[in-house]
Every structure is written in C-alpha cells, then in structure tokens.
C-alpha cells in the first residue's frame, strides 16, 4: 500500500494550496481518508476526513470554512484544499487510510493503518 502526497509549498499569509494524495495497493472506494499535519515539536493533528464515499467529511475547529477535503474514487485521489492559509497551517500535511469508517474515531491518528510520507507546507507572514 503505497499513499503520495504532492502539493505542497510556500505560501503568503492568506494564500491558497491544493494537496493530492494518491493511494495505490487497495481499493480504495472501501476506504476513509484523512488529512493530518504536523509542525516541528508538536503532535500529529487531525485536519480533515472523508469516508469512502465523500458524502461525509469532518474537519477540526481550526481549519473549518478555510480547508475543504474532497475525493476523486476514479482517480484513487484525495484532496485538501486550503484557503485563507496562516503561519499558523504550516507544518508536514500528511494523508492517512483506513478501512475501519467509524466517524467519531477518523479524528485520531491511531484509526489509521497507512500513512503517506508527507508534504512541507509553509506560510510565511
């Protein structure tokens, strides 16, 4: 199982980014997906989810109505799209999958069995 996320980089205070993540080695129509980050010192933190068929999508209270996660299943792709970005949002953005859709679980880290390698995102101010 392979997940490779793309998109990031540096951005303006109030900028905007699409990440991708491409998931390889399951059928990934059965799977959630979760959006996390991660910034030097601090803990891995949810983002955003989708279960397997996008129709359901939770963010955290940080990112919500700035951040929008949404699924291509023809594509095998996941995408957070980030608006209104802050210093704040800069951290490793990191995708995850799981097969196991409970939607009160898909904020923890500990929910998912693959995890893509990551990538930078920094907003400068």
């Known amino acids: 199982v392979q997940l490779q996320a793309s998109g990031g980089g540096l951005v303006q205070d109030g900028g905007s980014l699409r990440l991708a993540c491409t998931v390889s080695?399951?059928?990934?129509?059965?799977?959630?997906l979760g959006w996390f980050r991660q910034a030097p010192g601090k803990e891995r933190e949810f983002v955003a989810a989708?279960?397997?068929?996008?129709?359901?999508?939770r963010y955290s209270d940080s990112v919500a109505g700035r951040f929008t996660i949404s699924r291509d299943n023809t594509k095998n792709t996941v995408y957070l799209q980030m608006n209104n970005l802050k210093p704040e949002d800069a951290a490793i953005y990191l995708c995850?999958?799981?097969?196991?859709?409970?939607?009160?679980?898909?904020?923890?880290?500990?929910?998912?069995?693959?995890w893509g390698q990551g990538t930078q995102v920094t907003v400068s101010s």
């Open positions: 080695g399951v059928t990934f129509s059965r799977y959630c």
């Open positions: 995850a999958a799981t097969a196991t859709c409970i939607s009160s679980t898909l904020y923890r880290p500990s929910a998912y069995n693959y």
């Open positions: 989708t279960k397997s068929n996008g129709g359901t999508t």
